[in-house]
């Protein structure tokens, strides 16, 4: 037998000798657990960092928790993902204001850029918890998940809501079906876009309903199921997106119409330096002879204004209640007078032109 062919031999049988106890070690050894999702949270306050005073009563102090606070009081959350928790704001959403967005937007989009970050959580009241998810849909350039939870409960309250809403929004955010689906608000088992969201109950856990189109799925103790996706103008197809554009947008006032108003309400906005006004409007969209001709009057001198309506369900069309050709009006479409003023404030960043305005209007 040459040398060559002893070596082959040698080889072949030291392989067969081996194999058995390397096979034996490869099946002894645990399979690598995939990595979990990276999520960061991202807080600023509300009610589901509430604390009472004193145990079984109402009352209570808006984000009185930290956000590490909120995390451990969440079971189970750590096996959706990897955390982090970034404080934003310590407030109660009645008190959003414009520096606390600009600081929100800002952060998420830096945070979306990063490719290690696969979504984001952002605690928030429920007061302007459906005004903030539509802000930051216009505004986010990602198609990452951006979730927002809440509660109608404070942390120290009997039967507390906000450990599994937090729980049910980070299985949102870390779930691969939520890409592409925009900014959503995660409550009481549903998943709910930013634009379709209304707050509807001052104290229920069920306060959150999607009017138009429904929710846009449901989740279950952290199991994720949509019924489908949004076709409406968002975050990466949303021009606003890129569009440079200042943190404070222009001031828009929202008018409220009743039985007799008059146009002083109007009058007042126009005088506040007002460059949009929001007519939250009866039935239709519509208001007194009074009111109505003084947002004409406003419209005239180069305010915009839009029709909404304040009765909660159902579309403002273009010349149907009115003439908004005549008048120079924009009609709201389905969008509700609070979210109507979020879009208008957004578009005159980049245009006063009616036309454009009614276009984003139907488009977003």
Same mark, same amino acid.
């Given at each position: 037998?040459s ?5 082959s031999?040698t080889?072949?049988l ?18 690598a ?10 807080? +600023? ?13 109402a ?12 995390i451990?009081?969440?079971p189970g959350?750590e096996?959706l ?7 934003i704001?310590?407030i109660?959403?009645q008190d ?8 929100l ?5 830096e ?5 290690d ?16 998810a ?7 350039r ?11 409960r404070?942390?120290t ?7 599994l ?7 949102v955010?870390?779930d691969?079906?939520?890409k592409?689906?925009g900014?959503?608000?995660v ?10 969201v ?6 229920a ?10 929710t846009?799925g449901?989740?279950y103790y952290?199991k994720?199921?949509?019924?489908? +996706? ?10 606003f997106?890129?569009?440079p554009?200042s ?15 008059d ?8 005088a ?18 009074d ?5 004409a ?22 010349n ?5 050709d ?16 979020v879009?208008?404030?957004v578009?005159l ?7 454009q ?8």
């Amino acid at each position: 037998m040459s040398a060559k062919r002893i070596v082959s031999v040698t080889l072949f049988l030291l392989f067969v000798l081996a194999a058995p106890g390397a096979l034996a070690q490869a099946a002894a050894a645990p399979a690598a657990k995939p990595a979990l999702p990276h999520i960061v949270i991202l807080a +600023t306050g509300g009610t589901i960092a509430g604390v009472q005073p004193k145990e079984g009563e109402a009352g209570y102090k808006s984000g009185s928790l930290s956000i590490d606070s909120l995390i451990k009081g969440a079971p189970g959350i750590e096996k959706l993902a990897r955390l982090d928790g970034e404080q934003i704001a310590s407030i109660g959403s009645q008190d959003m204001n414009d520096l606390v967005w600009g600081k929100l937007a800002k952060r998420a989009n830096e945070l979306l850029a990063q490719p290690d970050v696969d979504g984001i959580v952002v605690t928030h009241g429920t007061d302007t918890m459906e005004e903030t998810a539509f802000f930051l849909g216009l505004v986010l350039r990602s198609d990452k998940p951006v979730v927002l939870v809440g509660s109608m409960r404070p942390a120290t309250s009997a039967s507390a809501d906000g450990p599994l809403n937090l729980i049910n929004g980070v299985a949102v955010a870390a779930d691969p079906e939520s890409k592409g689906h925009g900014v959503m608000v995660v409550v009481n088992d549903e998943i709910h876009t930013g634009r379709d969201v209304h707050k509807t109950h001052t104290t229920a856990v069920n306060t959150f309903v999607s009017v138009t189109r429904g929710t846009v799925g449901k989740v279950y103790y952290g199991k994720v199921k949509y019924g489908y +996706t949004p076709t409406y103008r968002h975050t990466v197809r949303s021009e606003f997106a890129t569009a440079p554009r200042s943190i404070y947008p222009p001031r828009v006032d929202i008018v409220f119409a009743h039985e007799g108003v008059d146009g002083t309400m109007v009058k007042c906005a126009v005088a506040a330096g007002a460059k949009g006004i929001i007519l939250a409007g009866v039935g239709d969209g519509n208001a007194t002879t009074d009111m109505i001709n003084a947002l004409a009057e406003a419209a005239k001198s180069g305010i915009v204004v839009v029709r909404a309506s304040h009765v909660g369900f159902g579309m403002v069309r273009r010349n149907v209640e009115l003439d908004d050709d005549k008048l120079g009006f924009v009609a709201g479409m389905d969008l509700n007078p609070q979210k109507s003023r979020v879009l208008l404030r957004v578009a005159l960043t980049l245009t006063n032109d009616l036309k454009q305005i009614q276009k984003y209007f139907e488009e977003y």
